[in-house]
């Protein structure tokens, strides 16, 4: 009898353990892209990236008989977080950030529920404060679904928020749902050899076809994975603070080298708090020499049931129209407005970046002129004529660690944020009034990289390295989207041919 049992349960290990390393293989079997510039892609951890024009989705699947089932990974409709601000006195402030998106609505205490946004709202212009004589002790926000295929029969929800005492400055934060967060399934089929994954929620009928495994695709597929592995660190090293300034722009978790914690202010202050200040005067949204830490809050109840907006006020916390309207459009009037100094102004040098540029949304180019800079009358730009210095790092796109009066002294980041491997083409060419021009066109996985490295350094200069040279150091005025940038500074044409020709033998 002992025998027969030992004989069952070493057959069920053996099916358990066959049944895992055949799940395994599956995963290691259809690993890989499928699609083009759209498309999902599979790892054989049991993850995915679902990838579209500046979009990106990870979550997980499993396979379910004859088909797969996709679980994303979805951000929580509602984050609010909270801080104490000394300088509000009795008062509470608050920024809402993405209630733009959706039909949501806020109460506050006993108040009857609002709007956040007036019915046909437009012409946002962001940051969205709103401030209160009274302390908080409920915040109750509430969101009443848009009537489309992929969300209808679900509940309008209802989050209540019960802050402490302590704070009275909050950021609240809506994230609208989106189909492409919804779950999915998916089947394989074969079409003329090619094996093509087709999805219940994208990609037509066509599906997409698995991407074939040559020496571009290999390079492009070592990409993805290191996007994914900066993915997952992010979602275990998440912390439950976010940073912003006074104006509530969200900036990175700040250094020990590069900022100081001050009790006095609550919050965190730059190093270098007095440089750039002409700079910041006129660009106070990227102001970062104070941040303050706002800690994530705990909804206190997610109410299920279904929300209608019958009881609530008829006005709402911002109105805004383009055009005339009922009454004035909301106007943040956070910014302080600084009297020009009529004294002549001394030029600034490369550490004190100036403002953005007049240019198109796909080009980048570099500040203000500097001493011995010139200005065509007939240009839309300035050029300007910074001279190529050596840095010991290889070549890519750099953010700036440290600033220093000699521009040659500039600090970059130890590695890279975008490399050459992130393009796909590098020409060079002229501009309108015969300019050397560097075009660079990233590939797709370079294209989100680049788009996330910019949107992290609007209002910064980054540096292109090109043959252990510093050979421009761009302002970013706004992030780049579209997957391509010109690049238009002092090279003559053969140095700017000689720098593509650097970049494309890589």
Known sequence: MKQVLLLIGLFIMTSATFAQNTTRERYHQHAGRYGGNSGICLFDDGSFMLYGYATAVFGSYNFKEEYLQFIPDKPELFQVYAHY???????????????????????????????????????FDAPFVYQTDQQLARIT??????????????????????????????ILIFNEPKREYEDFAARFTKVEGKTILQLSNYGGEEGFIKQTQDKEEQKQWQEVLEWKRAYDESKRTAVDAIFANKHYRLFPTPDSLNYIWSEATNGYISRQADDNEEYFRSNQYQDDRLLRKYVKLVAENKDTANFTEDNGANNSIFYTVCGEGTR????????????KEEEERTPLIVTAPAPPLEISPNKIADQDPLPGSKKDSNADETVTLLKPFTVNRRDGFYSIEKKHADYTQTVLAADPSLTPKDFDTVIYKTGAHDESIIEIRFNKAGAIKFEKFSKGQVGKQVALVADHKVIIMPFIAEPITNGRIDISGNQSAEEAESIVKRLQNH
């Open 328 to 339: 004035p459009s909301y106007h943040y009037n956070g910014f302080i407005t600084y009297e």
């Open 85 to 123: 601000n000394s300088t509000l006195g009795d008062s509470t402030r608050m920024n809402f950030a993405g209630f733009e998106e959706g039909k949501t609505f806020v109460q506050f205490n006993e108040e009857k529920q609002r709007r956040v946004f007036n019915e046909d709202a437009n012409c």
């Open 141 to 170: 926000l509430s969101f009443i679904r848009e009537n489309v295929w992929w969300d209808l029969g679900k509940s309008n929800p209802s989050w209540q928020y019960k802050p402490a005492k302590k704070y009275n400055d909050f």
